[in-house]
């Protein structure tokens, strides 16, 4: 029994490997797998978490610094004595430590304006964010579509060929019966090799249509992708009852590009803001603290200097007496502790500094005129987005009513190329109608159907925009 355990694992493995194999995307899942995956959306991703940092730098800007230092070191050579002040070839070392720390008081409201800037830029790059998923939502729906339409292109190529096989075999038997022509065997055959040609072309636009799909998903197995062969149906939606007006009204208000542009504008006039706060006086506090140490010795009392013990320092006057003075050496004794010494020795120092731009070479003013440039092409940028967005719009609704009539009218078209194909068969059949003008009601036939499913997807697509322009997010 237990020799049947590892074929046992190996048919579990084998039919794993085989779903595995088969799954089959739906577009919910594409647009879920693109808006994790996608290369572009991680990168604006990354730009999002950019303006976060801004926006916390910005808040940093508001808090004091506090910075820590310390030093030690050795002079060797010819150095005054701290001890007796004397010049001696000696070597010192000295330790010394401090904290330092300031804060803006006033700046022309700088920080201020940076802060809230920072926080406009982080908005817009949400919206430049949102707007991308959006982008690659689009492009997964329509490479999706387009894979839809190739698979019921292949099947419509395949009906073809499959009738003309079965034509190929009636007329082969017809053509040795002696009651067909060898012309008529002829076209079959040519008709035949059309169709197969045709199917491999519908074939490859299909692996293009999926690798176009899979480039967009950012996948590595493109060979083994496919997507669920969902029936589609034509919608009908009730966008497209509204008016034009408010449907524009409507993308206005729920579309990310005109956010976007409301975004930049915003930003800019704060850049404006920023620049003439730089005309203002800044006011800022300060505060330092400092201690040092040395490892020198110390003078820890006096003694009279046994070999000279007095010295003359003047003479009385009318006398001519010596007036002495006794000769007290300094005693010498080590170093006191290094934390008596960093007591003893530290000191603070505080205060505010008032600083007040008189000329800077026009810097300043040439900044407040760069961002009044800004400002200006940003405003220029919110009416081209304004106009884009009404365009866009007004495009989109006059592409789904020409994609719906193109529809209809391909419909109408099928229909009758299917009763003169149908037509055409029979009298082909009872020999009233040669091979080619056959062939040539059966061409129009099968480019009729291409058409009907060529304006259905489009069709589809068109609302789907129109739809997403109204508010209404991308969805099977």
Known sequence: MKKSYPYLFFLFFISLTSVAQ?????????????????????????ELKTSDIDKKAAFGSFLPNLNANASHSWNIGLNQNITTGLLENQTTQFTSAGINSSVDIYNGLQNQNRYRRATLSKMAAQYQLDKMKDDIS???ANAYLQILFNKEAIKVQQEQLANNEKQLVRTTE??????????????????VAGDKQRLVAAENALFLSKLSLVQILQLD?????????????????AVMLQKPEDIIEKAKQSRVELKLANANLEVAEKDIKIAKGALQPSLSGFYNFSTRASYSDRVVGFELNSSNPTSVIGQVEGTGQNVLQPNFS????????????FSDNKGHNFGVQLTVPVFNGFSAKNNIERSKVALER???????AELDLERNVHTAITDAKGALNSYESAQSALEARTEAYNYAKEKYAVGMMNSFDFNQAQTLYLNAQSEVLRTKYDYIFKIKLVEFYFGIPIKP
């Open 174 to 191: 017809l053509v040795n019966a002696g009651v067909t022509p060898r012309g008529d065997l002829l076209d079959v055959k040519a008709t």
């Open 138 to 140: 689009l492009n997964v």
């Open 22 to 46: 088969t799954k089959k995307w739906s577009l919910e899942e594409c647009v879920d797998y693109a808006l994790k995956n996608n290369i572009s959306i991680k990168q604006t991703e990354l």
């Open 378 to 384: 940003t405003k220029i940028a919110k009416q081209q």
């Open 330 to 341: 300094p005693v010498l004794g080590k170093p006191d502790s290094l934390f008596n010494q």
């Open 221 to 237: 197995d493109y060979k083994d992708f496919d997507v669920s062969e969902e029936n589609v149906a034509v919608p009908t939606s």
